[in-house]
Structure formats: structure tokens, C-alpha cells
């Protein structure tokens, strides 16, 4: 059986496969694209942090018993400076100076005037959480050693022994603070004299 004869220019050639160039799909950025991000980020506002509540007010407490000698009145004055620097009233302020003052007068009246041998006095020194006071309590175990009250109280007012052979302290703390007085001590022998320092408003 004959055929026609092929010719070899009709010979259909396969055509090789086209190599796979890898894209890159990051790291590039076309002229393009760098102004379309541009036009996204100016349309974009600018992210605002969520708002903070403000800090609690709490009330803050410094309380502790000491040797009924000057060296305890001492190192309760130093205290006392130290934890009112933590709680924002900083050295070198008048509300600093002047608490660490009427600290210092109502320590010194209770190892002076309120001595038993063997028996600490005790110091609190406490803030409110509203930051308008500073109240100082001292606290010995002579009841009979009282100061005069200011108030005038029958019941509070006791011999001015006390303020009799150690006025000066008493009466710069009547002048420092915005009110003071004694009373019995509660749950123990003696008094506690105290004292409540007006904060100035901020």
C-alpha cells in the first residue's frame, strides 16, 4: 500500500513547556503599591489609647510601738518622714515638715510625760482616702499625766501636768494643727493624745 509522501516541514513539534518563574509576593513594593499605602494610611485615623481609670483612693495607715526613750522618739520621727515621702507628701514640703513636727512634739510629751518603765508608746499615723487630713495619735500608758483639752471637756480634761512642764510642744502643736485633744486610751491603760492636720487643696 503506497501513501503520499510526508513532508517534512508538515511535522507538528512539540513545544516545550514554559519554566515556572517564581513571583515574589512580599519584600517588593512598586511605585504603585507605595502610594496606594500612602493614600490608606492618611485615610486611616491615628489609633487613641483606652483611657485609664484613675487610681482608687484608699486610706493608708502607718502604725507601730516604740521604746519609750528619746531614741524611740527619734526613730519615730524618722518613720513617720520616710512613709509620708511614699505617700505623696514629699520632703521638703510644709505639710511634710510641719506632720513630722507635730510627730515629733507628741513623741517627745509621751516619753517625757507618759514614761512607765517597761511600757512602749505606740504611734498611728493615719491618712484618709479624701486626702484632707493627716491625723497623728500617740498613745503612753500615764492616764494621770493628762494635758488640758482645748475642748474644755470635764470628762477629757485632765491636770495640765503634762502642758504645765512641757507647754512649748503642746502649744506648737495647737498652732500647726487644725485640732487636738487626749482621751483615754481604748482597751488599755493611759492616753492617747492626737492631733489632725488640715492638707491644703489641690
Known amino acids: 500500500m503506497t501513501g503520499k509522501p510526508v513532508d517534512p516541514t508538515d511535522t507538528v513539534r512539540p513545544t516545550p513547556p514554559t519554566p515556572l518563574i517564581p513571583t515574589p509576593t512580599t519584600g517588593v513594593t512598586t511605585a504603585q503599591d507605595a502610594g496606594t499605602h500612602q493614600d490608606q ?23 507601730m510601738r516604740f521604746t519609750s526613750t528619746p531614741r524611740g522618739a527619734r526613730l519615730a520621727r524618722r518613720l513617720t518622714a520616710v512613709r509620708l515621702d511614699t ?20 513623741t517627745a510629751n509621751a516619753v517625757v510625760h507618759g514614761h512607765d518603765p517597761g ?30 483639752s482645748p475642748a474644755g471637756d470635764p470628762e477629757t480634761t485632765g491636770t495640765g501636768t503634762e502642758e504645765a512642764s512641757g507647754g512649748r510642744g503642746l502649744l506648737l502643736v495647737s498652732r500647726l494643727a487644725a485640732r487636738w485633744d487626749w482621751c483615754p486610751r481604748p482597751g488599755a491603760p493611759g492616753k492617747t493624745v492626737w492631733a489632725e492636720y488640715a492638707m491644703a487643696v489641690r
Open 87 to 106: 505617700w505623696g507628701i514629699p520632703y521638703g514640703t510644709g505639710a511634710h515638715d510641719e506632720i513630722v513636727l507635730i510627730v515629733a512634739e507628741l
Open 41 to 63: 494610611d492618611q485615610d486611616q485615623e491615628p489609633e487613641q489609647e483606652p483611657e485609664q481609670d484613675p487610681a482608687p483612693l484608699v486610706d493608708r495607715t502607718f502604725a
Open 119 to 148: 511600757r512602749d508608746f505606740h504611734l498611728r499615723v493615719h491618712a484618709p482616702a479624701d486626702g484632707r487630713t493627716i491625723r497623728v495619735e500617740v498613745s503612753d500608758a500615764r492616764a494621770e499625766r493628762a494635758p488640758r
